[in-house]
């Protein structure tokens, strides 16, 4: 299996952080989240603070893949029972942080429009405090996918040569 990164271009004309990196897919299961996990590490050890931000809202599994219970998750934030500032989760063993998703549930899937724009700008909000900020989306182009997509920064969007990772 081979792993295509393409890098789509953004407006320079935005008043959105450009310290952000999403990493997108149009299909689950081509390597998004590893690609995430290790761009952070990456940046990390250049020495850069960075932030790895789980925004798969579906099915999060930066957690899982790292070996990581985190006390506070996404889920906390959008519940508000804390800020998001307070749910960060820092990774010693890779240099960074990360803002831990809601793994084994589907709740933030189906977050309103209201809550997904205000979690958008606590993100923003949060990312000036951050050299850079690691966005790992959902597969697909849902609302919430396009919505976190700013146009400042980079998308890296992931594929594998499969027919259904190149379709999708």
């Not at 299961?29 to 940046?43: E, R, S, Y």
């Not at 508000?80 to 990774?91: D, E, L, R």
């Not at 890296?156 to 499969?162: I, K, R, S, Y």
Request: hydrophobic content about 40%.
């Amino acid at each position: 299996m081979t792993t295509k990164t393409t890098i789509l271009p953004h407006s320079p004309t935005t008043t959105k952080p450009s310290n952000l990196i999403t990493i997108a897919s149009g299909k689950g299961g081509v390597g998004k989240t590893w690609f995430a996990i290790t761009l952070t590490h990456a940046l990390a050890r250049q020495e850069q603070k960075a932030l790895l931000f789980d925004a798969d809202f579906g099915l999060a599994n930066v957690d899982v893949q790292l070996g990581l219970n985190a006390d506070q998750n996404l889920g906390s934030v959008v519940a508000g029972k804390v800020a998001m500032s307070q749910a960060i989760t820092n990774f010693a063993e890779g240099g960074f942080d990360i803002m831990v998703g809601m793994s084994g549930s589907g709740q933030l899937a189906d977050m309103g429009r209201a809550r997904l724009s205000e979690l958008k700008s606590e993100l923003w909000q949060l990312a000036q405090g951050y050299d850079r900020v690691v966005i790992d989306l959902g597969a697909g182009l849902e609302s919430a996918v396009r919505s976190l997509t700013p146009k400042g920064g980079m998308t890296l969007v992931v594929a594998t040569d499969e027919p259904t990772s190149l379709t999708d």
